[in-house]
Structure formats: structure tokens, C-alpha cells
């Protein structure tokens, strides 16, 4: 039985995206590359963030008459954003070890070209069904915010 492939923005967003990434980075060794420096920027940037605010929050505490800071955030607000982070990061380190693993792995040149090959078949394709699929995980994760706490 087919099924409709949701249209709202998020998801057409996503079909773009998905396809865009396989067609750009058609083989093994683009893939590895593309998302070891996806997980590294995303973990780069998280922490860098987490850094400042907590350069913030002990600022705040040597000058405790000065509570109005530069963006007006309160100390709640921080600290919240903080216990958040330090799960992203949590989370980031774990698929980085995971991420070794697969970047530890070769495939020989004639498999690199039936990646292309399967990638010339798959990108333009609107209704692929693992791009479907991979999509039904994406549009949980964000229909549900509730997920997003994991402790
Ligand atoms: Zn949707």
C-alpha cells in the first residue's frame, strides 16, 4: 500500500536536504567525511556555547549587585540551558566514538562507484521509501518535544 509523504514545510524541507547531501556526497568516503564534520561542528559550537554561559554565570556571581546581563537572560534561563547542553554533549561524544568506527572503514573502488550510481538513483527520487522512513524519525523527534528530555 502506498503512502502519502507529508507535505507540510518541515518535512518538504527535509525531502530538499536529504537529497541535496546525496547527491553532493555520492560516495563512502564523502558520507564518512560529511558527517564527521557535521557531528564535530554541531559538538564544537555546543560546547564553545556552553563556555560562554557558564563564563556568564560565574561572572554574575562576583558581582552579585549586577544582575542585568548583555542579552537579559535570567539565571534560570542559563542554568536550564546548561543541563541541556551538557546531555547534547553527552550524546555528541558518544555517536563521535561511533562515528570512528565507521570512519575506520574502506570500501574499494568499485563499490564507491555503485554508491554513486545508487546516489544518481536515489536523489532525484521525491518518493524513496528509506528517505520515507528516515523521515518518519525525523518528524517524531520534532512533533513531540516532550522527547527531547531525556533524564
Ligand atoms: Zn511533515
Known sequence: MAEEPCQCSD????????????????????????????????????SKVTDDLQRQLSERESTEDN???????SEAEINEALGELENVNAYLYSIEALMERIFDTKVSNNIELKFKEIAKELAPDPLNMDRLILNRLFHQ???FPDKKKFN
Request: some cysteine.
Open 67 to 73: 544582575i542585568l546581563d548583555e542579552k537579559h537572560m
Open 141 to 143: 523527534s520534532s512533533d
Open 11 to 46: 518535512c518538504q524541507r527535509f525531502y530538499r536536504e536529504h537529497d541535496r547531501l546525496i547527491r553532493e556526497f555520492p560516495t563512502f568516503k564523502q558520507q564518512q567525511e560529511l558527517n564527521w564534520a557535521s557531528i564535530q561542528s554541531f559538538r564544537t559550537l555546543c
